[in-house]
């Protein structure tokens, strides 16, 4: 989409089953964006289903003439760590044609609110060293890089790799 034609506000809702096929192509382009292998439609679809059950998780989408421009997923968790609330954002992602249009900013704005109302103390979220454009999206919205060492266990939880054989 050209600056010279702003796109229309999106309406913020809820997500529903029937958004999956939308939120699917948003977390394609978020996996090509990062790097990553292009999630399944069908585990897309079975995700969100999970989501929508769950009490204590959120999926929001911003949705406009096109479509769905943006999405949203979060977890509303109580933390021993801190003693309070926290809000994690597993996924947040603007389509392409939307990005910089405020369809972002339109999100977290409803993330923080339900942080606030929730009575969390922190949000949390995630974004690749390689993906400077999210770095730096979060950046401008008063996010801070936290110095933590993130790590994954990826692979077959019910036959981990032999530590000795993995001698980083």
Do not use: C
Request: aromatic share 2%; glycine share 8%; proline share 6%.
């Amino acid at each position: 989409m050209s600056e010279q034609e702003p796109i229309p506000i999106p309406e913020l809702r809820e997500a529903t089953a029937g958004d999956a096929e939308g939120i699917h192509a948003l977390a394609t382009e978020l996996a090509e964006a990062v790097g990553d292998a292009s999630p399944e439609a069908g585990e897309v679809r079975k995700r969100l289903e999970e989501l929508l059950e769950e009490p204590r998780a959120r999926v929001i989408v911003a949705e406009g003439d096109g479509g769905i421009l943006g999405a949203a997923s979060l977890w509303i968790k109580p933390d021993l760590a801190h003693g309070d609330t926290v809000v994690e954002v597993p996924m947040l992602v603007v389509s392409k044609e939307a990005r910089r249009s405020g369809v972002g900013k339109l999100l977290m704005a409803e993330i923080q609110d339900v942080a606030s109302d929730n009575g969390a103390g922190l949000i949390e979220l995630v974004a690749t060293r390689a993906n400077v454009a999210a770095r730096e999206f979060y950046r401008s919205l008063g996010f801070i890089e936290a110095d933590v060492v993130a790590l994954e266990f990826v692979g077959d939880v019910e036959a981990p790799p032999d530590p000795e054989e993995r001698r980083d």
